[in-house]
């Protein structure tokens, strides 16, 4: 019997070096162009794959998975009327905003950027890194895993604790 743990690990997109360059160029390429404070891609649990950004003060591991668990609860709401899932969702605040992209079915492009930057502009960019992204993602979809590539264990005991950590142990 697989445990649960196991199961995640193969269901994961495993990435090699090369595809976290890539990833990491087109997400500094993003942030230089758009002024955005930070722009992660993390997967539909909570797991941070990489990171880029100047004014990058919050935890990215919490965020991300305060992010991931705000789509999914977003995806049931597209559910009850009647759509698959929103592709695209934006929170506004006074100083920060923060713009989401679904990539694919697992993967999230999150872009935090200040109020000042119009959000139109973002939405352009970020759908124009979104189909980088996901020319990126495919690729790494179609290879072959190398045959003694192992992935880091415990992913969900680490997210667990993240939450724990966040949240206190309730």
């Known amino acids: 019997m697989v445990s ?12 090699y070096a090369t595809d976290v360059d890539r990833i990491n160029q087109a997400l500094l390429a993003f942030v230089k162009k ?45 559910k009850l009327l009647g759509e698959n899932d929103f592709r695209v969702m934006s929170h506004q605040g006074p100083t920060t ?15 935090v950027f200040p109020s000042v930057i119009k ?5 352009v960019l970020c759908k124009e890194l979104a189909v980088q992204m996901e020319g990126i993602l495919a690729d790494a979809a179609k290879r072959e895993p190398e045959p003694n ?17 966040l949240f206190g142990n309730l």
Request: proline share 0%; glycine share 8%; hydrophobic share 45%.
């Open 119 to 123: 959000v139109g502009m973002i939405q």
């Open 4 to 15: 649960e743990n196991d199961a995640h690990r193969l269901r994961r997109l495993v990435f």
């Open 34 to 78: 758009s002024g955005a404070m930070s722009v992660m891609l993390i997967d539909q649990e909570g797991h941070l794959v990489s990171r880029q950004g100047f004014k990058v003060d919050n935890d990215g591991a919490a965020l991300a998975a305060l992010v991931a668990g705000s789509f999914t609860s977003t995806r049931q709401v597209a």
């Open 149 to 165: 590539a192992q992935l880091a264990g415990n992913f969900s005991e680490a997210m667990k604790d993240q939450l724990d950590n």
């Open 97 to 111: 905003n923060i713009h989401l992209t679904l990539l694919g079915e697992r993967t999230l492009q999150v872009a």
